[in-house]
């Protein structure tokens, strides 16, 4: 696995960063539901660390854009409050547009963990169980070399950790055929529920049954391609057994 080049790490911030407050800016600041807000920058961390794709909400020209992306995270990264890695084609329209206009670098990124469905009394107070995770930022185009690799080795290892290492290096033409993108971590709010419905005590009397259904993300055991030779490997198989592990804990929830 590559590192971060010394200029690149020059730049990471203090241990001070990880202390950053969530919705530092009017425009990461929760203004309903508050009592589900998170406030602890810890958290949002974990939740980034469990989820698997985010969503990103870009300026599409004449219409605004949500796409699905892998992704990883730098807490020790090299942007304020560590460091948001996106991937995708140069070809992609809503990179290239972009990255060619500095008015449009301003993205929306969003990760959700659902956790459960919670069944009320009434249709008002159905809900869902859930983690959820907000970070506006400008978007930079990570051009440094070592950088690049680094950040493209967390994607890899952000799906299968240790992957990365196990793997040959990218080529120059992938390497140009993909764009990396940086989000700083500092502006970010977050929210969570859990639990069951909270209802009116007179929908409580009815005796209708209220509850949640808790839900799990399941790793079934890896499966071989056809030109696979050999036994799983202990990184992929560590992984499929730890998101297993992850799932019967997730039920607690």
């Given at each position: 696995m590559s590192s971060i080049s010394s200029d690149v790490a020059s730049t990471l911030p203090s241990a001070e960063a990880f202390a950053l407050p969530l919705e530092p800016t009017a425009r990461t600041t929760v203004?309903?539901?508050?009592?589900?807000?998170?406030?602890?920058?810890?958290?949002?961390?974990?939740?980034?660390?469990?989820?698997?794709?985010?969503?990103?909400?870009?300026d599409g020209g004449d219409h605004p854009v949500v796409l699905p992306c892998a992704y990883a995270v730098a807490v020790d990264g090299p942007d304020e409050g560590g460091t948001l890695y996106l991937h995708g084609s140069v070809a992609a329209g809503w990179i290239r547009r972009l990255l060619a206009d500095p008015a449009r670098a301003t993205v929306c990124v969003t990760v959700t963990e659902l956790d459960g469905l919670v069944t009320?009394?009434?249709?008002?107070?159905?809900?869902?169980?859930?983690?959820?995770?907000?970070?506006?930022?400008?978007?930079?185009?990570?051009?440094?070399?070592?950088?690049?690799?680094?950040?493209?080795?967390?994607?890899?290892?952000?799906?299968?950790?240790?992957?990365?290492?196990?793997?040959?290096p990218s080529t120059r033409k992938e390497l140009a055929a993909t764009a990396v993108l940086a989000v700083p971590l500092a502006e970010a709010s977050m929210k969570e529920r859990a639990g069951g419905p909270v209802d009116d005590e007179a929908d409580v009397a009815t005796g209708t049954w209220g509850g949640h259904i808790p839900l799990r993300r399941v790793a079934d055991a890896p499966l071989p391609?056809?030109?696979?030779?050999?036994?799983?490997?202990?990184?992929?198989?560590?992984?499929?057994?730890?998101?297993?592990?992850?799932?019967?804990?997730?039920?607690?929830r």
């Open positions: 203004t309903r539901g508050r009592n589900r807000v998170v406030a602890d920058r810890a958290k949002l961390l974990d939740l980034l660390a469990d989820g698997l794709m985010a969503h990103v909400g870009v009320a009394r009434s249709p008002f107070h159905h809900s869902m169980n859930y983690r959820s995770a907000v970070v506006v930022g400008r978007a930079r185009e990570v051009v440094d070399p070592d950088e690049r690799r680094h950040a493209l080795d967390l994607v890899v290892d952000h799906m299968v950790p240790g992957r990365s290492a196990t793997l040959r391609d056809p030109d696979a030779s050999g036994a799983v490997p202990q990184d992929v198989a560590a992984r499929a057994a730890g998101l297993a592990d992850r799932a019967v804990r997730a039920t607690a």
